[in-house]
Nanobody, 122 residues
Framework: QVQLVESGGGLVQAGGSLRLSCAASGRTFSSYAMGWFRQAPGKEREFVADISWSGGSTSYADSVKGRFTISRDNAKNTVYLQMNNLKPEDTAVYYC???????????????WGQGTQVTVSS
């Protein structure tokens, strides 16, 4: 069982930056691939980024590539999402998720956090 708690969301102006954190409970964090997803009002939850259990492999949605960076610290049981050059269309609730392997598919993840709101003003 893994419990995930996101933090770091907030209100930021376009062009600004935020760093989201996702703290995981349990001693098996390092064995899980991690993903970040987001859901805007009236839209489906969509993939943002993922990272392998070792941190050696990452992938990004085209919409955030070059602006967002996913990383993890297995010693701290935490995964991060550094978001730079934020745009109003990045406004959404951001969720972290843990699963057995890196994937862009929601169904591949077994555990989800409660989400953190990111709002980007124009």
């Amino acid at each position: 069982q893994v419990q995930l708690v996101e933090s770091g969301g907030g209100l930021v102006q376009a062009g600004g930056s935020l760093r989201l954190s996702c703290a995981a409970s349990g001693r098996t964090f390092s064995s899980y691939a991690m993903g970040w997803f987001r859901q805007a009002p009236g839209k489906e939850r969509e993939f943002v980024a993922d990272i392998s259990w070792s941190g050696g492999s990452t992938s990004y949605a085209d919409s955030v590539k070059g602006r967002f960076t996913i990383s993890r610290d297995n010693a701290k049981n935490t995964v991060y999402l550094q978001m730079n050059n934020l745009k109003p269309e990045d406004t959404a609730v951001y969720y972290c998720a843990a699963g057995g392997y890196s994937s862009r598919l929601r169904k591949s993840y077994d555990y989800w956090g409660q989400g953190t709101q990111v709002t980007v003003s124009s």
